[in-house]
Nanobody
């Protein structure tokens, strides 16, 4: 029903910033809640943030509160993750996911391929 593609990852020094994008095609993104997840080598996939269909509600993992901001532009079918004050422990592959249900995002059927974020010390 919907295809997702992440972009914006890269290599930055600790304290720097990156903005990730999740672009959707196939269906209008306003049909879905969208979440960001990340996975480092040898570790389990970790929840980062999520946003409701029209951006009225957001939620964040404790590890990123105050540093990351999730937003969306439904007219462009895109969700963003602004990452500030990056730390080496933020290094991971970042994935976006979409699901009609706010509560079902960890088990969402629609996932992107991921974008690599590397933070050096």
């Amino acid at each position: 029903q919907v295809q997702l593609a992440e972009s914006g990852g890269g290599l930055v020094q600790a304290g720097g910033s990156l903005r990730l994008s999740c672009a959707a095609s196939g269906r209008t993104l306003s049909s879905y809640a969208v979440g960001w997840f990340r996975q480092a080598p040898g570790k389990e996939r970790e929840y980062v943030a999520q946003i409701s269909r029209y951006g009225m509600t957001t939620s964040y993992a404790n590890s990123v509160k105050g540093r990351f901001t999730i937003s969306r532009d439904n007219d462009r079918n895109t969700v963003f993750l602004q990452m500030n004050s990056l730390k080496p422990e933020d290094t991971a592959v970042y994935y976006c996911a979409a699901d009609p249900s706010w509560n079902n995002l960890p088990r969402a059927n629609y996932w992107g391929q991921g974008t690599q974020v590397t933070v050096s010390s």
